[in-house]
């Protein structure tokens, strides 16, 4: 934790009093270090490069980033290969597993959109592939229980297909997928990033590829519990998180530099896997509720027909996104 490289100190969170303060114009008082605050996300994601900036230079306290994510809010199983024991104070996730979790946790919250991946289906032009109608009968590289694999759903129904029509194929690990798609194990892969980006690389000029513009794009969010955010001492550790993630993505999105070498240092990756791969993600750092909501209650259909469970009302998926986070953020103003 670089103490001495903060870019501002932390403004009024809510109308609380908090020993130690300062106060503002308005009087309300400011706590010149909120205290120390637990993250768990997939740390070998690039989604999370502004959590990663946030926790280094702009929030004024400690700030822990762990692998994990939702999980660690809830207490549900660490995901396999992808969990830090330990309770997070926020989380990232991506929207899909915050539908798949909230079903048994419903006091989980959305507070804020901190990226979006801007998923691709790569696939081998030899295969026969020319369209994503050509996916039928292939096999295709996914995780359907994941936000790549609803991806993949969507742009498979703007060609009248589902997963029905092609063979799902299962490939570990992760770094494991442009080896198969080289040794023509497989005709496709949808993933994340830099794993889509290994693979159109060894495709070389046997490559096409199908994006998701105008169909889907991966909301990653910063997530955290309504448990939470009704312990004030916690709001006001949330509250200035959210400010300092919505700053340093503003940093990433005009100098992505420190950001990218966050993520090849936490996530292992190599500088040209980051550099070639940067372009498919965006970094909004927002919370547009009602856009987010649709995508809410478009998925939740999907998964709760795979999971065999009544899909949600789109009143009881509303309950999800809390905006009064990034309300109160918004509000502190951006302190440099």
């Not at 070389?204 to 794009?217: A, C, P, R, S, T």
Request: charged fraction near 20%; hydrophobic fraction near 45%.
């Amino acid at each position: 934790m670089l103490m001495g490289m903060r870019h501002y100190v932390a403004a009024v969170l809510a109308p609380m009093v908090l020993l130690g303060g300062c106060a503002t114009a308005d009087g309300q008082d400011v706590p010149a270090n909120p205290g120390p605050i637990a993250v768990h996300g997939n740390t070998s994601t690039f989604e999370i490069s502004p959590v990663f900036l946030a926790a280094q230079d702009y929030y004024p306290g400690e700030a822990s980033v762990k692998m994990g994510g939702i999980p660690n809010l809830v207490g549900e199983p660490m995901i396999a290969g992808f969990g830090e024991a330990g309770v997070a104070d926020v989380a990232t996730h991506a929207e899909t597993q915050a539908l798949r979790y909230s079903v048994r946790n419903p006091n989980l919250r959305i507070i804020l959109n901190i990226s979006q991946g801007l998923y691709r289906i790569v696939a081998r032009r030899s295969a026969g592939i020319k369209s994503v109608a050509d996916l039928a009968g292939k096999r295709v590289a996914t995780i359907p229980t994941t936000s790549s694999g609803y991806f993949l759903s969507r742009m498979l129904g703007t060609a009248g297909l589902t997963y029905d029509d092609i063979q799902v194929s299962t490939v570990s690990p992760l770094d494991a997928w442009a080896q198969a798609i080289d040794k023509r194990e497989v005709d496709a892969v949808v993933i994340w990033e830099p794993y889509s980006e290994q693979a159109a690389r060894v495709l070389g000029d046997d490559l096409i590829e199908f994006d998701g513009k105008g169909v889907y794009n991966e909301w990653f969010n910063l997530n955290t519990t309504a448990e939470n955010l009704a312990d004030p001492a916690k709001r006001a550790k949330i509250v200035t998180f959210v400010r300092g993630v919505m700053d340093a993505a503003a940093e990433t999105r005009t100098n992505p530099a420190k950001a990218q070498a966050l993520v090849v240092e936490r996530g292992g990756f190599s500088a040209s896997d980051v550099a070639d791969a940067w372009k498919h993600h965006a970094f909004p750092a927002n919370l547009p509720a009602d856009e987010l909501l649709a995508v809410l209650v478009e998925e939740e259909r999907w998964l709760a027909e795979r999971d065999g469970r009544p899909a949600r009302s789109r009143e009881e998926l509303a309950t999800l996104i809390d905006t009064s986070v990034y309300e109160e953020a918004l509000a502190l103003g951006n302190g440099r």
